[in-house]
């Protein structure tokens, strides 16, 4: 399922406060790099996890090279990988953090069995979606055509 309801969408964004990004990318031009750039920016807590740049610093943080690194309590794992790769992600994420409260695959990222299984120990799975975008639309911060356009659109009405 990936037909989400608002009010849920709204809840699980409101009530998350640290979130591991499993494949972040160094390079801005990425989405797993813009997006997680984005969700410091409104408050969140991102913990970057990537093993090809452990020990890097971005946005603050250590890039940790797995979810086995981080030792502080994790709300939600926000998941910029292929669907195939999912699985051991999920495994490991209900493991080491008991009170993990979403698992969030980004767009273009299912994975139906992984996806039963967290919902099975009673974690929030959203499927094909973007926490940016979500939390944009949701907190009214998307404007025309659905981009951010900021001083744009005041202006334009």
């Not at 399922?1 to 494949?23: C, F, P, Q, W």
């Not at 669907?83 to 009170?99: G, H, Q, R, W």
């Not at 940016?132 to 001083?151: C, S, V």
């Amino acid at each position: 399922m990936t037909n989400y309801s608002d009010e849920h969408l709204t809840t699980i964004l409101k009530r998350t406060k640290v979130i591991a990004v499993v494949g972040v990318s160094m390079n801005s031009v990425r989405p797993s790099y813009y997006v997680a750039r984005y969700l410091g920016l409104k408050g969140y807590t991102v913990v970057p996890v990537n093993p090809g740049h452990a020990g890097k610093v971005l946005f603050g943080q250590t890039v940790r090279a797995g979810l086995s690194e981080i030792t502080e309590p994790v709300d939600m794992v926000d998941i910029f990988r292929r669907s195939e790769a999912v699985p051991p992600i999920v495994d490991e994420a209900l493991e080491l953090f008991p009170k993990l409260k979403t698992i969030w695959m980004q767009i273009g990222v299912e994975h139906a069995e992984a996806a039963a299984k967290a919902q099975a120990q009673g974690v929030d799975v959203i499927q094909n979606r973007c926490p940016k975008i979500e939390y944009q639309r949701l907190f009214g911060e998307l404007r025309m055509g659905g981009f951010a356009t900021g001083i744009i659109s005041s202006k334009l009405g």
